[in-house]
């Protein structure tokens, strides 16, 4: 597999080997010796799956205290996948980092805990899944609003199909600075 730095450390692009052949396609998506090797860790506790339709977006969101490493990718269809930086004393305090997820190009991306997460669906319909280090604590669930000009996010839609709960999420700016993760909430300990 093919593992690409993004511009945001920790934020990882992953991109299985396929092996094609007449019958179709098959790739590992989750190796626990490889994927430490890549530095993320096996300490998976809860899969999810969503399936939506052409124009839902979901995020942007986040758990805090108790924040998810998430392991995302997509079985059906196409997504825009977008990871955050909102910890408040990262020098990228507010730089996002987005990548295209499909069946067909079966990347994967790496969201560490701490990272606020959200993708929008490019597809008639995209079954997204992902592996996550903790588990759903919906007490602690934070998130910021989609569109935030603070943050500036290229979403490649308009007038995106949102829940009411996501409708309803604050700017950053509305966000005290000490309800967001510092880096140390997170950081792996060697
Ligand atoms: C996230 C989650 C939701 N649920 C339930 C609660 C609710 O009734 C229903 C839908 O929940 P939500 O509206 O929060 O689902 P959704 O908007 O898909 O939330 C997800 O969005 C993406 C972007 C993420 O990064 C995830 O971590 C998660 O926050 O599913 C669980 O039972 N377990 C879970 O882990």
Same mark, same amino acid.
């Given at each position: 597999?093919?593992?690409?730095?993004?511009?945001?450390?920790?934020?990882?692009?992953?991109?299985?080997?396929?092996?094609?052949? @007449? $019958?179709?396609?098959?790739?590992?998506?989750?190796?626990? %010796? $490889?994927?430490?090797?890549?530095?993320?860790?096996?300490?998976?506790?809860?899969?999810?799956? @969503?399936?939506?339709?052409?124009?839902?977006?979901?995020? +942007?969101?986040?758990?805090?205290?108790?924040?998810?490493?998430?392991? !995302?990718? !997509? +079985?059906?269809?196409? !997504?825009?996948?977008?990871?955050?930086?909102?910890?408040?004393? @990262?020098?990228?305090?507010?730089?996002?980092?987005?990548? %295209?997820?499909?069946?067909?190009?079966?990347?994967? +991306?790496?969201?560490?805990?701490?990272?606020?997460?959200?993708?929008? !669906?490019?597809?008639?319909?995209?079954?997204?899944? =992902?592996?996550?280090?903790?588990? =759903?604590?919906?007490?602690?669930?934070?998130?910021?609003?989609?569109?935030?000009?603070?943050?500036?996010?290229?979403?490649?839609?308009?007038?995106?199909?949102?829940?009411?709960?996501?409708?309803?999420?604050?700017?950053?700016?509305?966000?005290?600075?000490? $309800?967001?993760?510092?880096?140390?909430?997170?950081?792996?300990?060697?």
């Amino acid at each position: 597999m093919k593992v690409t730095e993004t511009t945001l450390p920790g934020v990882l692009l992953i991109e299985p080997r396929l092996f094609g052949d @007449s $019958r179709g396609a098959f790739w590992e998506t989750w190796n626990a %010796t $490889r994927y430490a090797e890549a530095g993320i860790p096996s300490a998976f506790v809860q899969d999810n799956v @969503s399936r939506s339709s052409r124009g839902v977006l979901r995020g +942007l969101h986040l758990q805090h205290p108790q924040a998810q490493g998430k392991l !995302v990718q !997509v +079985l059906q269809g196409e !997504v825009f996948d977008v990871a955050v930086d909102l910890r408040r004393d @990262s020098p990228c305090f507010g730089q996002w980092v987005g990548a %295209t997820l499909s069946v067909e190009n079966a990347r994967q +991306l790496w969201v560490p805990p701490g990272f606020h997460h959200g993708f929008c !669906v490019l597809s008639d319909v995209a079954v997204f899944c =992902y592996k996550c280090t903790d588990f =759903y604590a919906p007490q602690t669930e934070l998130g910021v609003l989609w569109n935030d000009p603070d943050i500036g996010i290229d979403w490649p839609l308009e007038d995106p199909i949102l829940s009411d709960k996501d409708v309803a999420l604050p700017r950053v700016s509305e966000v005290a600075r000490d $309800r967001l993760p510092s880096i140390a909430d997170y950081e792996v300990v060697e």
